[in-house]
């Protein structure tokens, strides 16, 4: 990926240009030390004077009122506020008349920012002091108040906090009194420019050290720049939050999110003051020290998918390299390309106004279909469809172009999507609150309703990151997430009233990713890189989770790095410096996934069988995962065979006992027993008949007011429980303080003695006029030890 750049021979400016910024894709507004507010078409080439200004107003910041107000999105920007050297800010509509100007500041106003819904203004001064404005220009409140001045500003992604500089520190003030303010050491010398990003809540800081870094909302430094030549005078995120630009003397910068740079520009432009992306991420416009204003396109960005690498090389032109036969295709489109993606056998490509559906099969008959909205902001594909996502909505299309349907919850923000917060499998979407991170909400993917009783997936702390599985059946969905503490957890989507368990399986989690052909979970926890076989191993036996893990170390791939992608038997993974790795896994784990999916149960065995001539460790890990998957699917003559191979011999012997029950409902619950589902059990053994049975589990888990309560409202077994809680106590020494229990054993003896038909070691009651209630005269054929 690189940026190509291009200015006038001759500058239009006369005097330093002080800042820019778009109305559209393809018009810019650029404003200097000329007093002239200049307009560039960039459709046409033509550049014409919008308003000359009063000669002692210098402009210095420039920003364009928001244009999502309200749910209504409008087509372009109709004014903006603009900063200067007098103290004041002007209100200027889009035709150049200043609708009005207020003193704000003693000394130059050095920045101003709209929040996202443009219903407050916030500037700051060389005065020190950060002002909160109305829509209308009405002072609401001074913020704070620093005793240097404050060079830059911006808005946190909920609107609620604000950011700005003050020397060398960088400041988190939240808008509510009171509320607690985040303050850290940022550079070592002042601090020129910052930007917060709403989709990925990351933060943006240069200064006059000749550094910038990253940092995300928790003050946590995450990438810190070599130092260059000359201060950093200009940072901008991209909109989509996944690059970033940095300016300097006679330098233009492309980073990724991560802080690796992609390309590095050395213009003849003097200092670059301030950078604006346009609004579909595609271009970069810079406010030169020198008159100019450059411009700079992203092109060359390259997506690769098995033999497939496709690369954009110019605007509105994509080059297809099979790279088996080394055949190249070249894809023309209209009009210029925004976003694209590249996965199960098909490119999905959106320009300004139309989306190309290509098959891998053939590269020279797209299915296109015009778009609703223009600026497509994250494309995610599954086997059978793929999501669109722009500023009006969530559109799920099938291959064929068809509006599969258009998903909708509660105060929706589509701009603060993106590819960690939103995932699409074949049934289900889900997608991560962002008023309330602790909120996923799960759609079905078909008709865009809520999933099961229409409850969100609620967790106890933040979420950061969300993924699907991506194989298996509707009702096995299963969703992995990352909270704030970098804790990774997994849970079943399917959710009707009963609360589902959410089960951690990681720590220090910082990235992952499903696999695409087999539910195979991959992710870098702290220094290692591990490979989850069989995740759903923790709903069956969690004794075996660690057996089903394959762990690698990854200090080599150094700090942060991110997993790009994990298809087949290679996980692809970017380290800090922007390089790439492939790491190649043992193919055995996705065939036996395979196997088992079509029940073929004998080859899976025969499979575990053969990679026993590999290594120890291999062996151990594919019988774990057999084992796991033949409880799962309930063939317990295949999970002995595997549990005996792993040495497991107390559980080999429990599912014995299992086989050896009389009825087919009590073989299940037992089953279910052996994976922790009590309640599943106890559920399925009611509804057979089987009381007794159902009272027994709870005795045997010691869950005496369960085993109690099922007693007296089937009018069955009192005794039995009671005889077994005395017992229980007995043993221990204790008396019995349960009121409860304590109510229903007055008036019943509880005889412990061998009857002449019984066997050393079984218990017989007396009936009392108590038991006789609620049970009969019955001797339990229950084995205690005496």
């Keep these: 990926m690189r940026l190509k750049t291009s200015h006038l021979k001759e500058p239009k400016h006369k005097e330093l240009v002080s800042c820019v910024g778009w109305t559209t894709p393809d018009e810019l507004y650029s404003c200097s030390d000329d007093h002239h507010i200049m307009k560039w078409n960039l459709l046409t080439s033509e550049t014409t004077q919008?308003?000359?200004?009063?000669?002692?107003?210098?402009?210095?910041?420039?920003?364009?009122?928001?244009?999502?107000?309200?749910?209504?999105?409008?087509?372009?920007?109709?004014?903006?506020?603009?900063?200067?050297?007098?103290?004041?800010?002007?209100?200027?509509?889009?035709?150049?008349?200043?609708?009005?100007?207020?003193?704000?500041?003693?000394?130059?106003?050095?920045?101003?920012?709209?929040?996202?819904?443009?219903?407050?203004?916030?500037?700051?001064?060389?005065?020190?002091?950060?002002?909160?404005?109305?829509?209308?220009?009405?002072l609401r409140s001074t913020l704070a108040q620093q005793g240097t001045p404050v060079y830059s500003v911006a808005w946190g992604p909920d609107s609620e906090k604000v950011l700005y500089t003050s020397g060398k520190q960088l400041i988190i003030k939240p808008l509510q009194p009171n509320a607690k303010v985040l303050q850290w050491k940022a550079h070592d010398g002042v601090i020129l420019k910052l930007d917060w990003n709403s989709v990925n809540d990351l933060i943006l800081s240069a200064g006059e050290d000749c550094k910038y870094k990253v940092w995300d909302s928790y003050s946590r430094l995450l990438y810190s720049s070599q130092p260059h030549d000359y201060p950093i005078t200009s940072v901008a995120w991209a909109p989509?939050?996944?690059?970033?630009?940095?300016?300097?003397?006679?330098?233009?910068?492309?980073?990724?999110?991560?802080?690796?740079?992609?390309?590095?520009?050395?213009?003849?432009?003097?200092?670059?003051?301030?950078?604006?992306?346009?609004?579909?991420?595609?271009?970069?416009?810079?406010?030169?020290?020198?008159?100019?204003?450059?411009?700079?396109?992203?092109?060359?960005?390259?997506?690769?998918?098995?033999?497939?690498?496709?690369?954009?090389?110019?605007?509105?032109?994509?080059?297809?390299?099979?790279?088996?036969?080394?055949?190249?295709?070249?894809?023309?489109?209209?009009?210029?390309?925004?976003?694209?993606?590249?996965?199960?056998?098909?490119?999905?490509?959106?320009?300004?106004?139309?989306?190309?559906?290509?098959?891998?099969?053939?590269?020279?008959?797209?299915?296109?279909?015009?778009?609703?909205?223009?600026?497509?902001?994250?494309?995610?594909?599954?086997?059978?469809?793929?999501?669109?996502?722009?500023?009006?909505?969530?559109?799920?299309?099938?291959?064929?172009?068809?509006?599969?349907?258009?998903?909708?919850?509660?105060?929706?923000?589509?701009?603060?999507?993106?590819?960690?917060?939103?995932?699409?499998?074949?049934?289900?979407?889900?997608?991560?609150?962002?008023?309330?991170?602790?909120?996923?909400?799960?759609?079905?993917?078909?008709?865009?309703?809520?999933?099961?009783?229409?409850?969100?997936?609620?967790?106890?702390?933040?979420?950061?990151?969300?993924?699907?599985?991506?194989?298996?059946?509707?009702?096995?969905?299963k969703i992995v997430f990352i909270d704030k503490n970098r804790d990774l957890y997994i849970t079943s989507v399917k959710r009707f009233g009963k609360e589902q368990k959410i089960i951690k399986i990681g720590t220090m989690t910082h990235t992952l990713a499903w696999n695409d052909t087999s539910n195979i979970l991959c992710g870098l926890q702290d220094t290692r890189f591990t490979v989850w076989y069989y995740p759903n191993t923790v709903y069956v036996d969690k004794?075996?989770?660690?057996?089903?893990?394959?762990?690698?170390?990854?200090?080599?791939?150094?700090?942060?790095?991110?997993?790009?992608?994990?298809?087949?038997?290679?996980?692809?993974?970017?380290?800090?410096?922007?390089?790439?790795?492939?790491?190649?896994?043992?193919?055995?784990?996705?065939?036996?996934?395979?196997?088992?999916?079509?029940?073929?149960?004998?080859?899976?065995?025969?499979?575990?069988?053969?990679?026993?001539?590999?290594?120890?460790?291999?062996?151990?890990?594919?019988?774990?995962?057999?084992?796991?998957?033949?409880?799962?699917?309930?063939?317990?003559?295949?999970?002995?065979?595997?549990?005996?191979?792993?040495?497991d011999i107390d559980k080999v012997q429990y599912i014995n006992s299992i086989k050896e029950l009389p009825s087919k409902e009590s073989r299940m619950a037992h089953i279910l027993l052996f994976s922790g589902n009590i309640q599943d059990a106890e559920m399925l053994l009611l509804q057979a008949g089987l009381i007794y049975q159902a009272i027994q589990v709870n005795i045997n888990l010691y869950n005496w007011d369960r085993a109690l309560e099922l007693a007296v409202k089937h009018k069955t077994h009192v005794d039995t429980v009671l005889g077994y809680r005395q017992k229980f106590l007995e043993d221990f020494g204790k008396k019995e303080t349960n009121k409860r229990f304590l109510q229903y054993a007055e008036g019943v003896s509880i005889l412990w003695k061998l009857s002449p038909t019984f066997s050393k070691g079984q218990l017989a009651f007396c009936g009392h006029n108590l038991c006789k209630k609620h049970c009969s005269y019955i001797f339990a054929l229950i084995q205690l030890w005496m």
Aim: aromatic share 10%; glycine share 8%.
């Design 240 to 477: 989509d939050g996944e690059l970033f630009a940095v300016g300097s003397f006679h330098t233009l910068r492309l980073c990724d999110k991560t802080g690796w740079s992609y390309a590095l520009e050395k213009p003849n432009t003097g200092s670059i003051f301030n950078i604006a992306w346009s609004t579909d991420g595609t271009q970069i416009a810079g406010a030169c020290g020198n008159g100019h204003v450059i411009f700079a396109h992203v092109v060359e960005q390259r997506w690769e998918w098995k033999n497939f690498e496709i690369t954009l090389t110019k605007r509105r032109t994509m080059e297809v390299r099979n790279v088996v036969n080394d055949a190249v295709d070249l894809l023309e489109f209209r009009d210029r390309v925004i976003k694209a993606s590249l996965n199960y056998g098909h490119l999905v490509v959106s320009t300004s106004l139309q989306c190309y559906v290509f098959s891998t099969k053939n590269w020279n008959t797209p299915l296109i279909f015009d778009l609703k909205e223009g600026t497509v902001s994250l494309i995610l594909q599954a086997e059978r469809h793929f999501l669109l996502i722009d500023g009006g909505g969530i559109y799920l299309y099938s291959y064929e172009g068809r509006l599969i349907s258009s998903p909708k919850f509660p105060g929706m923000r589509t701009d603060v999507l993106n590819a960690q917060t939103v995932s699409l499998s074949n049934d289900t979407l889900a997608i991560k609150d962002k008023a309330d991170e602790k909120v996923i909400y799960l759609f079905e993917a078909l008709s865009g309703k809520p999933l099961g009783d229409g409850k969100p997936l609620t967790h106890k702390t933040e979420i950061t990151e969300i993924a699907l599985d991506q194989k298996g059946l509707t009702n096995e969905r």
């Design 50 to 138: 919008v308003v000359k200004l009063p000669d002692d107003i210098y402009p210095i910041d420039l920003h364009w009122f928001p244009k999502n107000i309200g749910g209504k999105k409008q087509s372009q920007a109709e004014s903006f506020v603009l900063t200067s050297s007098d103290g004041k800010f002007h209100l200027i509509s889009k035709i150049g008349r200043v609708e009005k100007s207020v003193e704000a500041h003693c000394g130059a106003v050095l920045a101003g920012r709209w929040n996202y819904e443009g219903t407050a203004l916030v500037t700051v001064g060389e005065d020190g002091q950060i002002k909160i404005w109305s829509k209308s220009g009405m």
């Design 543 to 647: 004794d075996l989770l660690p057996k089903t893990l394959y762990e690698k170390d990854a200090s080599e791939f150094s700090k942060n790095p991110q997993i790009v992608r994990f298809v087949g038997n290679q996980a692809t993974i970017r380290r800090a410096d922007g390089s790439l790795i492939h790491l190649n896994i043992s193919p055995y784990p996705a065939i036996l996934h395979e196997y088992v999916s079509s029940s073929k149960w004998e080859d899976a065995v025969r499979l575990c069988r053969f990679v026993k001539t590999t290594t120890a460790y291999e062996d151990q890990t594919m019988w774990a995962c057999l084992a796991a998957m033949a409880v799962a699917n309930k063939d317990m003559t295949t999970a002995e065979i595997a549990y005996a191979s792993i040495g």
